[in-house]
Antibody, heavy 117, light 106 residues
Framework: QIQLVQSGPELKKPGESVKISCKAS????????MHWVKQAPGKGLKWMGW????????TYADDFKGRFVFSLEASASTANLQISNLKNEDTATYFC??????????WGQGVMVTVSS | DIQMTQSPSLLSASVGDRVTLSCKAS??????LNWYQQKLGEAPKLLIY???SLQTGIPSRFSGSGSGTDYTLTISSLQPEDVATYFC????????FGAGTKLELK
């Protein structure tokens, strides 16, 4: 069965960096794009961008250019999200989601990142 | 950027009710619209894609309709397990989610 399994919760201080992983199984990883979605506590969903899992090319939404990096470990069927110079407003749950025909048909369970001094 | 406005933000309904959730785009999105259900503490789940296509495994009481800028998700007979927040998502120009409609039991 298709699964996206994300890494565990993170507690970081402002200015630090964090790297979140999303391991896919049950399908051919490079056949489907991977997207990242942010959900601040009690808030809605915000699309962060996507990565072409075949070429490795990332595309970032405007609000996520600069401190955010999408990467792959294709041999391990894993997509990663790294956030540098963390700010309080980065406190959120981050989801990876597989794209199928422009919809997000499978989602990871989410990773809660807390930024606090 | 395309903005998505969902209404109402909170909806209370009884088991068995027919429930209608609305989503309005700031410009024509040519039916490029998906709906997701998110239960508390869980990841979102795809319900409807391309306005009115039911995702595999989703109960037939869920349906979608709309065109242009106005779209609707309908639950024909509300069940207790449908308590959740529902998000619409446009993909005519990148991706944008609505702010969500929280559905609760009356």
């Amino acid at each position: 069965q298709i699964q996206l399994v994300q890494s565990g919760p993170e507690l970081k201080k402002p200015g630090e960096s964090v790297k979140i992983s999303c391991k896919a199984s049950g399908y051919t990883f490079t056949d489907y794009a991977m997207h990242w979605v942010k959900q601040a506590p009690g808030k809605g969903l915000k699309w962060m961008g996507w990565i072409n899992t075949y070429t490795g090319k990332p595309t970032y939404a405007d609000d996520f250019k600069g401190r955010f990096v999408f990467s792959l470990e294709a041999s391990a069927s894993t997509a990663n999200l790294q956030i540098s110079n963390l700010k309080n407003e980065d406190t959120a749950t981050y989801f990876c989601a597989r794209e199928y025909n422009s919809s997000f048909d499978y989602w990871g369970q989410g990773v809660m990142v807390t930024v606090s001094s | 950027d395309i903005q998505m406005t969902q209404s109402p933000s909170l909806l209370s309904a009884s088991v068995g009710d027919r429930v209608t959730l609305s989503c309005k785009a700031s410009q024509n999105i040519y039916k490029y619209l998906n709906w997701y259900q998110q239960k508390l503490g869980e990841a979102p789940k795809l319900l409807i894609y391309y306005t009115n296509s039911l995702q595999t495994g989703i109960p037939s009481r869920f349906s979608g309709s709309g065109s242009g800028t106005d779209y609707t998700l309908t639950i024909s007979s509300l069940q207790p397990e449908d308590v959740a927040t529902y998000f619409c998502q446009q993909y005519n120009s990148w991706y944008t989610f609505g702010a969500g409609t929280k559905l609760e039991l009356k």
